[in-house]
């Protein structure tokens, strides 16, 4: 998917340079404002290009110069390139993919590869810091504060308002679910359950480079992978040979990881929405009903998942007296 997200990206640059029709005639909001040259939107409160810069050009270096000094024995380059080279890089490139194909870029395993290669001994680089985000999801944040009419200095200060409270909140509820029962135990039956599978996979990938036996890279089998990239490959190019789009390739290999109950109820959503409410309200109603009905069913499902929380909180700390 990596190659032939790059590969899609670089195909569509010259097209994507070119402003769309809808953004030409439909966004109103973007010819409303003034754009200078390194001034960015007014209205929408953009920072000056060279402070965006160099705030990223400190805190990455930050990280690089936190990282040496945590884990001297490291190489610093490594952290450098993922940090000035890579992450910039692959930001861009989830950013454009975001717009094409809905979905970024995602290398698997590229920092425990560069880990392993390395040849560097030792299980405290795996908890040292280290810039390897992906920021191409903030363009897509962008053009909604755009269509909202939303300031970056709005978000800015929710964000600040946000922060104090999460942190205090945080720890309240950390306090209180540890002050009832022991954890694990049979009062939390998922982190029962999932948190030996976390640990054992955890186990796996932090002992690669232990220089002892390593049972991750035991598992790894070249032939295996090299027989599914070009599984893939040969998907994507009968994909191309059939006029499909790309999200249909996207698709199909997203859905040979997701679980068996949600690819059934995404795939029943799906034929419903093409073939009973298409029909129903016609496409283009129910093009713009689609995110409205999708932001309600979340509020919805946020609401029930908080009340249940709710009830369970109150059932654990409820004791029976013995009169």
């Given at each position: 998917m990596a190659v032939v997200g790059l590969a899609t990206v670089f195909r569509k640059r010259k097209t994507l340079s070119q402003p769309s029709p809808q953004c030409r005639e439909g966004s109103v909001f973007l010819h409303e404002v003034e754009r200078g040259r390194g001034r960015g939107f007014?209205?929408?409160g953009d920072f000056p290009i060279w402070l965006c810069v160099a705030a990223y050009l400190l805190t990455t270096?930050?990280?690089?110069?936190?990282?040496?000094?945590?884990?001297?024995?490291?190489?610093?380059?490594?952290?450098?390139?993922?940090?000035?080279?890579?992450?910039?890089?692959?930001?861009?490139?989830?950013?454009?993919?975001?717009?094409?194909?809905?979905?970024?870029?995602?290398?698997?395993y590229l920092k425990e590869s560069a880990f392993i290669l390395s040849g560097y001994r030792g299980l405290d680089i795996w908890f040292a810091p280290m810039q390897t985000g992906?920021?191409?999801?903030?363009?897509?944040?962008?053009?909604?504060?755009?269509?909202?009419?939303t300031r970056f200095t709005s978000v800015l200060k929710a964000e600040a308002?946000?922060?104090?409270?999460?942190?205090?909140?945080?720890?309240?509820?950390?306090?209180?679910?540890?002050?009832?029962?022991?954890?694990?135990?049979?009062?939390?039956?998922?982190?029962?359950?999932?948190?030996?599978?976390?640990?054992r996979q955890a186990y796996l990938i932090l002992t690669a480079n232990s220089?002892?036996?390593?049972?991750?890279?035991?598992?790894?089998k070249p032939d295996l992978i090299a027989g599914g990239a070009i599984v893939g490959f040969l998907a994507y190019g009968g994909v191309w040979l059939l006029g499909l789009p790309a999200t249909v390739f996207y698709g199909l290999v997203g859905g040979t990881a997701m679980p068996l109950h949600m690819g059934l109820l995404l795939m029943g959503g799906a034929l419903l929405g093409r073939y009973v409410f298409k029909k129903k309200f016609g496409e283009e109603r129910w093009t713009r009903m689609v995110p409205v009905v999708t932001a309600?069913?979340?509020?919805?499902m946020g609401l029930a998942g908080m009340l249940a929380v709710g009830a369970a909180i109150?059932?654990?700390?409820?004791?029976s007296l013995p009169f």
């Open positions: 007014k209205a929408r270096s930050a990280f690089c110069w936190l990282g040496h000094h945590l884990v001297p024995g490291f190489p610093l380059w490594i952290l450098i390139v993922f940090g000035f080279l890579w992450t910039p890089l692959q930001s861009y490139i989830s950013a454009r993919l975001i717009g094409i194909t809905g979905s970024g870029l995602s290398v698997p992906d920021f191409g999801s903030a363009a897509q944040r962008f053009r909604e504060l755009e269509l909202t009419r308002l946000i922060l104090p409270v999460s942190l205090i909140t945080s720890f309240l509820f950390w306090w209180g679910f540890w002050k009832m029962n022991q954890i694990p135990s049979d009062s939390f039956p998922f982190i029962s359950r999932t948190w030996p599978v976390q640990a220089g002892e036996h390593s049972l991750l890279l035991d598992a790894l309600g069913f979340a509020c919805g109150l059932s654990y700390c409820t004791k």
